[in-house]
C-alpha cells in the first residue's frame, strides 16, 4: 500500500494519484468531510456513499472523551460502530493544543487537558494518540504535534518545531513492531509545523521526512495568518517536499483555497466549512455561495444549482429550502449539507478530471473568478 502519483499538470504543480488502503482507493486530489465524533453533521453513511465520498476524517480527542475508547474497542472499531467501510483518518489530538488553547498546558511530555465535556483532566501524550489510532482501527493514522497560533513568536514556532520532531520520532517508535499497527497495516503521517517561518518550515520538514513513508502532511497553517503568507509557505513546501510522498494540507477547506492549494501541489484537504456553512443557511455552487436567508428567494422556484447531481437540487427550490430555514427545521440542515458536500465531492472530480486532460491551469483561473468572494 502506498500513494502514487499518475498524471501531472505541465502548466502547474497540480497532480492526480492514489493512495492504496487497506479499505480501498483514495484518488487525490481528495476532500475528506470531517466527522470529528464518527459522524458527519445532518448526512448518514449511505448519504456519503451514495454522493461518492471516499475517505472521511474523525478526531481522535474528542472520540476519545466520547464515547470512550471501551466503548469502541467493545463495538469492534470507529468502521463497525459508525458503519462506515471506506478510508477514515483520525486527527492525533494535535489541533486541539491550537483550539484549547485555555483548557491544556504543554510539556515536553505531552499535553494536559481539562475535558471539554466535565472538566476532568487528561493527560495526551503521542504514545496515548497512536493506542487511541489504533484502537479506533483508522486507515491513516497523525503524528502528535504542536500547532501553535498565526502570530507566534518565534520562540513559540522554534518550541512547537521541536517538540513536533520529537514527538514524530516518539509516535514512529510506538507504532514499529506494534502488533496492532502491523495487523492493520495503517499509513502514519507526520506533520510539518513552523508558522510561516521558511527556515523552520525546511527544519521541521527535514527531520519528519524520515517517518513519511507514504505522506505528511502540512499542519499550522490556516490558524489567522495572512493568506499570501500561508500560499507562500504551499510553495515552499511543493519545492521541499519529495514529489513521491501525498501533500496534506491541514483544515484548508474554502473552494478557492483548495483550487489554489491544488496549483501549488496539494493532494488532500479536509475542513468543516461544508456543513457548519450549510447549518447556516450558506450553499456553495460554481458561481459562489448562496445566502438562503435572502429574501430574494422567497419565491426563487430554481433549484439551488441547475448542474448539480445531489438530491437537494434534483428535487427542492430555492424558495422551499428558504421556508425550511425559517422554520429552523432539521430538514433543511440535512438538505443544504448534503448539497455542500455534493459540491465538493464535484469539485475535486472535477479538479482531477481537469488535470489528467491537461487543462486545469486555464480552468482553475476561470473557476476562481466565479467562486471567489469579492470581499476576500
Known sequence: MGFTVESEDTASSARVGHLVTSRGEIPTPAFMPIGT??????????????????????????????????????????????????????????????S?????????DGVIFTSIL???????????????????GTDIIMAFDECPPGGSDDATLRGAVKRTE???????????????????????????QGGVDEELRKQSAETVLPFAQSGIAIGGLAVGEEKEAMFETVVLMNNILPRDKLRYLMGVGKPEDIINAVLRGIDLFDCVIPTRNARNGQFFTWDGKLNIHNSQFNKDF????????????????????????????????????????????????????????GTFAPWAKDTLLAVSPSDD
Open 100 to 108: 484549547l488553547a485555555e483548557l491544556r498546558k504543554i510539556s515536553d
Open 37 to 98: 465524533y464518527g459522524a458527519v453533521k445532518t448526512l448518514s453513511p449511505r448519504d456519503l456513499k451514495e454522493i461518492g465520498a471516499d475517505v472521511i476524517l474523525g478526531n481522535t480527542y474528542h472520540l476519545y472523551l466520547r464515547p470512550g475508547m471501551d466503548v469502541i474497542k467493545d463495538a469492534g472499531g470507529l468502521h463497525k460502530f459508525m458503519a462506515w467501510e471506506s478510508p477514515i483518518l483520525t486527527d492525533s489530538g494535535g489541533f486541539q493544543i491550537f
Open 166 to 192: 520529537n514527538w514524530a520520532d516518539r509516535c514512529y517508535k510506538f507504532l514499529q513492531g506494534n502488533k496492532g499497527f502491523e495487523e492493520l497495516g495503517p499509513h502514519f503521517f507526520p506533520i510539518v
Open 302 to 357: 430554481s433549484p439551488i444549482s441547475e448542474n448539480c447531481s445531489c438530491y437537494t437540487c434534483g428535487t427542492f427550490t430555492r424558495a422551499y429550502l428558504r421556508h425550511l430555514f425559517k422554520l429552523n427545521d432539521v430538514l433543511a440542515l440535512h438538505l443544504a449539507s448534503l448539497h455542500n458536500v455534493t459540491f465538493y465531492i464535484e469539485l475535486m472530480d472535477t479538479i482531477r478530471q481537469k488535470i489528467e486532460k
Open 118 to 136: 466535565d472538566g476532568s483532566e487528561h493527560f495526551l501524550t503521542p504514545e496515548l494518540s497512536m493506542e487511541i489510532q489504533l484502537t479506533l
